[in-house]
């Protein structure tokens, strides 16, 4: 047995009282009027609080009075007629067509439950993605060893202040930079310039208001791109293999390489 | 002949199997490899098993028990990130065996290198190895980086793992640039000469920072020590943290993007 709340259980026992006064004690008038008073007025309370369309509430009502047989002149008269009645014959507390229940509210799906429309097509990591990973890392281990089995990293002689190797080079990812110190001042090119690409690279997706992600749509944004890293493909190109003693420009095929990794 | 061979070979191979049996069966072995492990006895290949594989498992939880399945096709990543990532622990693995015969120091680096390839078993191997792999990382993560711009991937809600993958790759010059010193021969130092002569450029501060990176005002063997630290500490230190973030965010942002 569950337990139920004093004063919940009190009022149920004096609604039952009221109920069995209402439906055998006493005379039939009082009993057919109360609540078909009752029933006119939630009708008409319904009405005046609820959503429903006037029109809708109107049709409604004339259906229901066609069902119970009454022959209709117009809508009130009608929905009067058609409470009395059922409202004799149904327990308590029904609503204005006799109903025992009454919708609240219609709850769409998706706002509590995410219903996902098309459902994703997925696929276990293990061994779909796994397996290629693996392969992979592999294949990348196999060509790291097999590659330095055959060329030797360099190590030249030891280091020296009072002798300055010509060229002079930075490693193979600063000679862009060091190709543009050729050209501007060090301060523009190794400072402004390469600062400002990188905050222009950071700010890219702040920038990119383009929400799509498919080529066609993103013609601007990609070729700014492709000429960006063509730009600096280019520098550090012209600063391994064309730049030769005195960081001057040779070629490669008759001055040779002036390019250490 | 045959007679008394297949007899022998059943023996054997019964043998063999009732010992992978009692190993496989045995407390130690169930304490080691938690259900769903390819190495449990009974393994099958089912769906249960396969997510177990990837839930139990402390390196593979990194990922998602599913991916959307264009998200495992080699042609749209061509596994650079991951590669990336890998070409960073096998650096680790060749790095700390470098550790071991290498002293920061001006007057002991070039010959401790010198030494590690004339005398060390496989010194000069994984030299090589180390050295080939931090240049296939610069190239990896640089393309990693094309690779998710021609995607778009870096749009909403990405764009933040973007700035992420931008100072990742920043980081990776870092700890390839600080690792160019370390040999200690005329390359390093004039390489990093360059370098650094650049940096000191930077209007306000430049000249300060240079002088701490160098711990003086010129390339010696205090430089040394301090982008031996560097390379080998704290770059990797911080790196890790960033890369921390970035596969964390991967998930979180709904794993990787597309399909185009």
């Known amino acids: 047995m569950t337990e139920i709340p004093e004063h919940l259980r009190k009022r149920a026992e004096e609604a039952r009282k009221k109920a069995e006064a209402a439906a055998g004690g006493g005379d039939a008038a009082p009993a057919e009027?109360?609540?078909?008073?009752?029933?006119?007025?939630?009708?008409?309370?319904?009405?005046?609080?609820?959503?429903?369309?006037?029109?809708?509430?109107?049709?409604?009502?004339?259906?229901?009075?066609?069902?119970?047989?009454?022959?209709?002149?117009?809508?009130?008269?009608?929905?009067?007629?058609?409470?009395?009645?059922?409202?004799?014959?149904?327990?308590?507390?029904?609503?204005?067509?006799?109903?025992?229940?009454?919708?609240l509210?219609?709850?769409?799906?998706?706002?509590?439950?995410?219903?996902?429309?098309?459902?994703?097509?997925?696929?276990?990591?293990?061994?779909?993605?796994?397996?290629?990973?693996?392969?992979?890392?592999?294949?990348?281990?196999?060509?790291?060893?097999?590659?330095?089995?055959?060329?030797?990293?360099?190590?030249?002689?030891?280091?020296?202040?009072?002798?300055?190797?010509?060229?002079?080079?930075?490693?193979?990812?600063?000679?862009?930079l060091q190709e543009l110190l050729t050209m501007f001042h060090p301060m523009v090119a190794g400072v402004t310039i390469p600062g400002m690409g990188m905050i222009l690279l950071i700010l890219a997706p702040y920038l990119d208001k383009n929400p799509s992600q498919k080529p066609e749509d993103r013609k601007f944004a990609i070729s700014l791109m492709t000429i960006h890293l063509m730009f600096w493909a280019v520098l550090v190109m012209i600063g391994s293999f064309f730049r030769g003693p005195g960081f001057n420009f040779v070629f490669p095929w008759d001055a040779g390489l002036f390019f250490e990794l | 002949?045959?007679?008394?061979?297949?007899?022998?070979?059943?023996?054997?191979?019964?043998?063999?199997?009732?010992?992978?049996?009692?190993?496989q069966g045995s407390q130690a072995w169930n304490s080691i490899f938690r259900p769903g492990s390819i190495f449990r006895k009974g393994y099958t290949d089912s769906p249960r098993n396969r997510s177990y594989v990837i839930m139990n498992s402390v390196l593979?939880?990194?990922?998602?028990?599913?991916?959307?399945?264009?998200?495992?096709?080699?042609?749209?990543?061509?596994?650079?990130?991951?590669?990336?990532?890998?070409?960073?622990?096998?650096?680790?693995?060749t790095g700390i065996f470098l550790m071991f015969f290498y002293r920061p120091t001006a007057s002991a680096a070039w010959q401790d290198i010198y030494t590690l390839q004339t005398s060390v078993t496989f010194g000069l191997l994984v030299r090589n190895m180390h050295r080939w792999a931090a240049h296939l990382m610069v190239l990896s993560v640089f393309?990693?980086?094309?690779?998710?711009?021609?995607?778009?991937?870096?749009?909403?809600?990405?764009?933040?793992?973007?700035?992420?993958?931008?100072?990742?790759?920043?980081?990776?010059?870092?700890?390839?640039?600080?690792?160019?010193?370390?040999?200690?021969?005329?390359l390093a130092l004039w390489a990093v000469t360059v370098g650094t002569n650049m940096m000191g450029y930077t209007p306000v501060f430049g000249e300060q920072v240079r002088f701490v990176l160098l711990g003086g005002v010129e390339i010696g063997t205090d430089t040394l020590l301090r982008w031996y630290v560097l390379h080998v500490l704290m770059l990797p230190f911080v790196t890790v943290i960033f890369m921390a973030i970035h596969f964390w965010r991967v998930r979180k942002d709904g794993g990787i993007s597309g399909p185009l």
């Open chain 1, 33 to 103: 009027s109360a609540p078909a008073a009752a029933a006119g007025e939630s009708a008409g309370n319904s009405e005046a609080a609820s959503k429903i369309p006037a029109h809708l509430l109107e049709r409604s009502k004339a259906a229901k009075a066609a069902k119970a047989g009454t022959d209709v002149a117009t809508a009130p008269a009608a929905a009067a007629v058609a409470a009395a009645p059922a409202a004799a014959a149904a327990p308590v507390a029904t609503g204005p067509g006799g109903h025992t229940q009454r919708l």
């Open chain 2, 143 to 186: 393309l990693h980086m094309c690779r998710v711009f021609y995607h778009g991937a870096y749009k909403a809600p990405r764009e933040f793992n973007w700035v992420i993958g931008v100072m990742l790759l920043q980081f990776t010059l870092l700890l390839s640039f600080t690792g160019y010193l370390l040999p200690w021969d005329q």
């Open chain 2, 60 to 93: 593979y939880h990194l990922h998602p028990v599913k991916v959307k399945r264009h998200a495992v096709k080699v042609s749209y990543t061509l596994c650079l990130g991951g590669l990336s990532f890998f070409l960073f622990i096998l650096l680790t693995v």
């Open chain 1, 105 to 176: 509210t219609v709850v769409k799906s998706g706002s509590i439950q995410d219903v996902k429309s098309v459902p994703q097509d997925k696929v276990h990591v293990w061994p779909h993605l796994l397996v290629a990973e693996f392969v992979a890392a592999g294949v990348i281990t196999a060509f790291t060893l097999i590659f330095s089995i055959f060329v030797n990293a360099p190590l030249l002689e030891l280091a020296n202040f009072n002798e300055t190797p010509n060229p002079s080079k930075a490693p193979w990812y600063f000679l862009g």
């Open chain 2, 1 to 23: 002949m045959t007679a008394t061979k297949e007899p022998l070979g059943q023996k054997v191979q019964k043998q063999v199997s009732d010992l992978v049996d009692k190993t």
